[in-house]
T-cell receptor, first 116, second 109 residues
Framework: GAVVSQHPSRVICKSGTSVKIECRSL??????MFWYRQFPKQSLMLMATSNEGSKATYEQGVEKDKFLINHASLTLSTLTVTSAHPEDSSFYIC????????????FGEGSRLTVL | RKEVEQDPGPFNVPEGATVAFNCTYSNSASQSFFWYRQDCRKEPKLLMSVYSSGNEDGRFTAQLNRASQYISLLIRDSKLSDSATYLC??????????FGQGTELSVKP
């Protein structure tokens, strides 16, 4: 089946630094990828829709200047958490739809960010 | 009101039990419906799509009632390996997926 790879799986950083998370579709092209955030014991919350070759679409309440998304190719989207703070500590998951007409999303393995 | 609401968990059941999860959604224009499974600290994986006519996959049966905006998942003959969090997921017209908060299932020997 389709595979989505996410890197790094875990990252610990100091407050004020920026962290980049990569999401790759390994065996298919994804014009659209989605970035989610999940706090412990809570649901996945959609942060933004990443569109290849154009600007990302952010959900209400998500700061676009803090969470920079770049979808430079059909197989790679990146999320950069800028000037990270402890409250940004969370599980970040990307996903991509294998076929535009189908509903199934394939998820990356997730990246656990801890900001000290 | 949350867009997708699920039964609060956790559900603790013995092996072999039948367990049912319920889910309601608020947007009547929702287009697609799914159940995902998420193991602890892992990414969600698709368990099954949910169709208006209802559908079954082995021990799992999913049903959709559009009029009531209600989705269900029935697991028969529970196995230890079924222990996970089950996420009710609704797809919107724009292609976004909205996740419920999940219901944790723990199957005990």
């Amino acid at each position: 089946g389709a595979v989505v790879s996410q890197h790094p799986s875990r990252v610990i950083c100091k407050s004020g630094t920026s962290v980049k998370i990569e999401c790759r579709s390994l065996d298919f092209q994804a014009t659209t990828m989605f970035w989610y955030r999940q706090f412990p014991k809570q649901s996945l919350m959609l942060m933004a829709t990443s569109n290849e070759g154009s600007k990302a679409t952010y959900e209400q309440g998500v700061e676009k200047d803090k969470f920079l998304i770049n979808h430079a190719s059909l197989t790679l989207s990146t999320l950069t958490v800028t000037s990270a703070h402890p409250e940004d500590s969370s599980f970040y998951i990307c996903s991509a739809r294998y076929r535009e007409a189908a509903g199934e999303l394939f998820f990356g393995e997730g990246s656990r960010l801890t900001v000290l | 009101r949350k867009e997708v609401e699920q039964d609060p968990g956790p559900f603790n059941v013995p092996e072999g039990a039948t367990v049912a999860f319920n889910c309601t959604y608020s947007n009547s224009a929702s287009q697609s419906f799914f159940w995902y499974r998420q193991d602890c600290r892992k990414e969600p994986k698709l368990l099954m799509s949910v169709y208006s006519s209802g559908n079954e996959d082995g021990r799992f049966t999913a049903q959709l009632n559009r009029a009531s905006q209600y989705i269900s998942l029935l697991i028969r003959d529970s196995k230890l390996s079924d222990s996970a969090t089950y996420l009710c997921v609704v797809g919107t017209l724009g292609g976004k997926l909205i996740f419920g908060q999940g219901t944790e299932l723990s199957v005990k020997p």
